[in-house]
Every structure is written in C-alpha cells, then in structure tokens.
C-alpha cells in the first residue's frame, strides 16, 4: 500500500468514527445505510482496539447497548401496543443467547453490586440448573434466569441484546409458552425493538469479527458462569484464552444475520 492509500485510510477511518460518535448520541434510523452501520462498528472497533484497557470487550457492549436504546427512543413504535410491564417475566424462563462481551459486562455488573446484592458465588449456583438444557427443552420448564429477582431483571440497564429485543404484543401466547401448552403459536413482537436491536447487534459482532474475536452465540447462563469464575476471565479473553471452551454452542444465526456481519467485517478490513 502506498503512502497516499494509507493516508486516505486513515483519513477515511477518522470520518467514519466521527459520524460513528454522531450516531452513537442520536441513535440509527430503523433501517440504516450501510454506511451508518459502518460508521458505528468503526467505533466499536475502535473500542475493542484499546490493547491496554482490559474492559474493552465489557464497554463495547455497553457502546451497543446504548446504541439499542438511543435508537428506540427517538423513532419508538407507533402503531403496536407493548404489552411487556414490570414482573411480566415469562421471556426471562426462556433460551438466551448471549455475545461473549455481554456476558462480561453482566459479569461486571453482578461484581459491582448491581444485582439486587447477589454475589458471584450466588448468581453461579442460580446459574446451575439452566447450563446445558437445549433451547427446546427450556419451554415449559420455568426455569429462570440466574438474575431475576421477584419477577424483575436485577440487571435491568446492563441486559443484552436479545433480552431488549423481547417485547411481547400478546402476553396470553407468553403465559402459553411459559406453560408449555399450545406451543404452535408465535409470540407476536414489537418489530422496531427487533430491528433497533438487530441492528446494535450487527455493530458489534462485525466489529468483533475483524477485531479478531470469536463471534459465537452463547447460552446466557453458561456464559455468566464462565464471565464469572476468575475476576480476569475478561482480559483473559481479549489476550487469546478460550475461557468460555466449556459453554455449548447450542445457537446458529441466521443466513441473512451472518452475511450483514460478514459484509460489515469486510468492510472494516478493507
């Protein structure tokens, strides 16, 4: 590459993490260009660059998080009808899965106080029975996720991404499921919190990619557990080592989701 292409590089990664920050603060339209999502994931990149912070991983995904959020809230669903209120719990008995970020910033989360006074030690053994079980056989069992506490998420502002995205039209077809009776039917979904966490989710995971970082889905509890067992797990994990080996890889994303993530990271590396 000649001194001018690395000159226009640097130029053109400069732009991109100022619009990045931009849109970080104003949030990504419903259905952004592909030049918005870039601009983000060059933050998040950016972020997940920072060798000497060894809560890089954990931070990116609040970036992201953030960006969920922000997103919803300047262009919020306008014709549906949430039906999710505090201590309507039943997505919380269900399969999640996780980035290995996310788990890392719940783990900071549950160190730092934030879970309702529930220690490590304690959110491991409530983690427990849940580690292993296939998403199918999650339905019907009631089992609840290691941080509900009295029908309401401990860890409310540090949740993933997938547990933003879960927001229910009808909670009749929740209780069903929770139930484990007439499974046939679909939980109808607010679209927009879909696609605003979709979104958030492409960022970080085509930021990763590039980055150099494993990608894989994660089961929420096993993946805690692991965030959970040294208080290094984190830089462990961002110098190379595989500290979540033991976590089954129980989840495949979809086609469309891995070519937008693949698209993003290409972009990246150009």
């Given at each position: 590459m000649s001194e001018v292409s690395r000159q226009q590089r640097r130029r053109e990664v400069r732009d991109r993490v100022k619009a990045g920050r931009q849109l970080l603060a104003q949030g990504l339209p419903l259905q952004p260009k592909m030049s918005e999502v870039l601009a983000v994931a060059?933050?998040?990149?950016?972020?997940?660059?920072?060798?000497?912070?060894?809560?890089?991983?954990?931070?990116?995904?609040?970036?992201?998080?953030?960006?969920?959020?922000?997103?919803i809230a300047a262009r919020p669903p306008t014709k549906q009808q949430i039906a999710c209120t505090r201590g309507c719990?039943?997505?919380?008995?269900?399969?999640?899965?996780?980035?290995?970020?996310?788990?890392?910033?719940?783990?900071?989360?549950?160190?730092?106080?934030?879970?309702?006074?529930?220690?490590?030690?304690?959110?491991?053994?409530?983690?427990?029975?849940?580690?292993?079980?296939?998403?199918?056989?999650?339905?019907?069992?009631?089992?609840?996720?290691?941080?509900?506490?009295?029908?309401?998420?401990?860890?409310?502002?540090?949740?993933?991404?997938?547990?933003?995205?879960?927001?229910?039209?009808?909670?009749?077809?929740?209780?069903?499921e929770f139930e484990g009776r007439n499974l046939s039917a679909r939980i109808p979904i607010s679209g927009v919190h879909l696609q605003h966490a979709s979104n958030a989710h492409i960022t970080l995971l085509g930021a990763?990619?590039?980055?150099?970082?494993?990608?894989?889905a994660l089961e929420l509890s096993a993946a805690l557990d692991a965030a959970l067992a040294e208080p290094d797990a984190e830089a462990r994990w961002l110098q190379g080592e595989d500290v979540f080996g033991k976590v089954p890889r129980q989840v495949r994303r979809e086609a469309r989701l891995e070519q937008a993530i693949g698209h993003v990271a290409s972009a990246l590396d150009a």
């Open positions: 060059q933050v998040v990149k950016a972020k997940l660059d920072e060798t000497g912070n060894v809560r890089r991983a954990s931070e990116a995904a609040e970036l992201v998080q953030a960006l969920a959020e922000t997103s719990s039943y997505c919380c008995h269900t399969f999640v899965a996780i980035t290995p970020p996310e788990a890392f910033r719940l783990a900071a989360a549950v160190r730092g106080g934030h879970a309702a006074g529930m220690t490590p030690d304690v959110v491991r053994e409530r983690a427990r029975p849940q580690i292993g079980v296939a998403p199918e056989a999650r339905i019907g069992g009631k089992l609840p996720c290691p941080l509900l506490v009295e029908g309401a998420c401990s860890v409310y502002r540090f949740r993933p991404l997938v547990c933003r995205q879960a927001t229910s039209l009808d909670v009749a077809v929740c209780i069903d990763m990619r590039v980055a150099g970082f494993a990608t894989d």
